[in-house]
DNA sequence: CTGTTAGCGCTTTCAT
DNA sequence: ATGAAAGCGCTAACAG
């Protein structure tokens, strides 16, 4: 139950831009020829530092631009060269997943990471409507960013469609080749494993979401790799109800009380962790001790849980910006572009045993 | 202590879109009308609803572009038309807040409602480099929502400079005229205050950031008005240190171990409730009993703390929609546009002492 | 070293 | 009921 305020909602004001109405109309380039005594190439070279003017005149007309106030109109400037400055960025979920893509700290720091790597290069960045939205990208885009492509996102398809560069954010399934930024995701597994397995654990098994991305393959090969080596049987587990902590919650309650109960478990997000933890708490397992728990991906729910999750570190913030450089060189020069592996981190934390000395919890 | 992973980081592949390197040029309107034997007006006046052709030629002119895979270049269209379809949106935080307003869920809320909404109809949003960051705006854009003015935000100033339309959140308090969405968040603190009070509080205080925004000054406000009339002696302290978890703690290890400590506190921000929330424990003491704990802005931090904090929604999804939608109608025509405040609601949970049987926590 | 000119792809008067 | 033509503000050949 809640309750509404019972005042006003609404009351009237005068917008303050309207006061100034007489707004001078915008300084052109050929004012600035005309106050310069030149040509509007030749402000045109002055302001883009094409190296063909005497440093004087190049001065020159950029004094007078700057005391008329010009600013330059990018959409002028967009249309003489063919290209926009824009960059679109998706994040599609599973379509099981309820909310949206800013509910998971990751797609969240990656995202505004992004935009703010674009930002300082001189490009803007847009993101597009979710899969499935009625009408397609309001703006035209140089090139797409494309978080955990699905088989039909819709922004990989028009990119596609009009020939525009793309950087995936993970492997595409359906094109490998496609430039992405990735993280070695196997590794991280391994040895989150191993991990767990130096402080006891007998029987890790794996959670995951449903399997159509590339990081969660990467994970079950990981761990299966890892389970034949050592030659234990593998127990992997699909959540269903998609990348939240109620589907971790159910499909922990579910192997936790059958039979041959896991001692620890990894996940494939950190939300399917929050959900694992829960459902240990309810049933009255010790974490560590009962149950080890280890995730992908780390956030500030995975820091406060008591105990707080052991977490790989995923750099969402290196991803994106990395993802952001790899489009502009791909729209600038399709050459020499090549796909990235950002590094991950491992943080661990009291819901997995004490592990080698060198790996303390921070 | 971390470890990075061993392998390699980098390895290269061909981008996909290389290989249809054979873009077929783009269909311009042109074309369109080459093949449907009409001028280059028709097609416009057909593609864009202009109600000034037979339905007969608007269908076949709409047919042919359909079957040429005709997509309409924005850029151009911007340029003729005068209008860039794009909206500009900063958030700008204290100086002394480290991190980003990412952090802040927020501003991670209206952020994504606001850019849902504007791509719903048809425009684009784009973030604002921070402020103070190097270059200006990248893109021309037709309007700008400022999140949370600040005396000299960069945005707020170049939308000004180019008399172009704004909406603030919150009221900026240089010019309190200015069409803005807000909440009302004396009442808020009021409601929030009689709740404790019905619970047992007798010396309430306020925790707030540095009062440069007008809802921390609207709390300060609502709180001394409810002081005055209950004739309570307001206790009112202001955290260092910025939005964060930290400054509340700093703050509340404070005043919760000075002379006549408060019993409640209303904090203006859910990261400072969670530092007092900290603080508190770390002191021993009871929430609701020896302590109650409320805050403005609901957040998952603040459910899932023990006990979880009482909290009013700010409606932050509510908040962007409608600034965008005050934005455009700005745009499109100054009249009849008016601010507008948006309903909260309290959720009452274990931090505060039980509640009048209305309020019942959710 | 600098200017002239023709677009970029669309919208929009103004004719017919 | 439809078309011709002049821009929108900038870039980029191509001259000189």
Partial sequence: MFRF???RFCYSVQPAYNRSKMTRSRVSMKDVAAAAGVSLTTVSDALNDRGRLPE??????RDVAEQLGFQPHRTARSLAKGRSGILMLSVSLPESTPGSAVDIEFFVQLMSAASGAALHRGWALVLAPATGSERSVPVDFDGAIVVDPRPHDALLRLADAEGKPVVTVGRDLENPDRLHVDNDHSA???EALDLMAK??????????????SSYVQD???????WCTTRAMTPQVVTAAGGLTQGAGYEAARDFLTGPKRPDAVFTTLDSLALGVHLAAQSLGLDMPHDLQVATLSDSEAARQARPPVTAVDLNPVATGKEAVQLLIKAIEDAADTESFLVPTRMHVRGSTGTASPEAVSD
């Fill in 5 to 7: 305020q019972e005042k």
């Fill in 219 to 225: 994970c079950i090969d990981g761990y299966n790799v």
């Fill in 199 to 212: 402080a006891g654990a007998e029987r890790p098994a794996l959670l995951t979401s449903e399997a159509d």
């Fill in 56 to 61: 004087a005149t190049r001065r020159r007309v």
């Fill in 188 to 190: 991280a597994v391994r």
